[in-house]
């Protein structure tokens, strides 16, 4: 009798596994428009005598807002570029008045803009929709005006903080600035932009009434100051807006890796892209 024949099973080849394809992410990018000017006073003869102004400067603006996310700022004497006495509240309620209509964000006062003295500055802050900004002026030990202010456009946190030169102190009445001092900006700096940080500033703008690239050229500033304000800088000031210089930054220039800009007065307005990636 022959043996029985064993069949073995069939063999089950399990199917491969699926592999699922890996999730991409794209990153998302958010562009923020920054509109920024300084010597706004000029901009009244200009636009009287023809040139770029309130009304040229305004449609600037509006059409920036097309774009998307935008910040307007003005880095200093929006009203004044020099003593004035027959100076009056209501010429800077007027100026106020256009600058809102424009749609500014945030001003840092400049030099001359104590023309009206310590308290008619504060009532035009108190009057207006946007803050003046400086975090280096203070009375009594007390800052005199908002150091810096934060903003957020589709989920992204942008903090402007202002300084001021010292030059206000000498450059005006001892009456109109009786009381006041002008810190450190460097100090000032460091502390302000520590709070923006914690505070979860994703981008960090200086806008300031300093005169950078004019101490620069006579000599106050040197190159060595230069390397030391890049390091304390990197990562932590994205962007620097100076004035009370009539030095035009017409291209990118860089402090390490923060840029640095410019308009040198009136007839000019400048124009930076910010752009934030996630992911």
Do not use: C, M
């Amino acid at each position: 009798v022959p043996p029985p024949v064993v069949v073995p099973p069939p063999v089950v080849v399990p199917p491969p596994p699926v592999v699922e394809p890996p999730v991409v992410v794209e990153p998302v990018e958010t562009v923020i428009n920054i509109i920024h000017t300084d010597s706004l006073q000029d901009r009244a003869l200009e636009s009287i005598y023809g040139g770029l102004g309130f009304g040229e400067l305004s449609a600037v603006v509006d059409y920036a807002r097309t774009l998307g996310p935008l910040l307007v700022l003005d880095a200093g004497e929006f009203t004044v570029s020099q003593a004035f006495d027959e100076l009056t509240l209501d010429h800077g309620v007027l100026f106020l008045e256009v600058l809102e209509a424009i749609g500014y964000d945030a001003l840092t006062p400049g030099v001359y803009d104590f023309n009206y003295g310590v308290e008619g500055l504060l009532e035009l802050d108190w009057a207006s929709s946007f803050p003046l900004l400086s975090a280096n002026i203070t009375r009594g030990g007390e800052l005199v005006f908002s150091p810096y202010k934060l903003y957020e456009f589709d989920g992204v946190k942008v903090g402007v903080f202002g300084l001021s030169s010292p030059d206000l102190l000498v450059l005006n009445e001892a009456a109109l600035v009786a009381g006041i001092e002008v810190g450190d900006p460097i100090a000032a700096a460091e502390w302000a932009v520590a709070r923006l940080e914690a505070a979860g500033a994703d981008v960090v703008i200086a806008l300031t009434h300093l005169g950078l690239a004019d101490l620069y050229e006579v000599g106050y500033l040197t190159d060595e100051d230069l390397a030391y304000a890049a390091g304390l800088l990197d990562g932590r000031v994205h962007v620097i807006i100076d004035s009370y210089s009539s030095y035009a930054v017409d291209r990118p220039l860089y402090i390490g890796s923060t840029l640095f800009a410019q308009t040198g007065g009136v007839g000019r307005v400048g124009g930076i892209e910010i752009v934030v990636v996630d992911g």
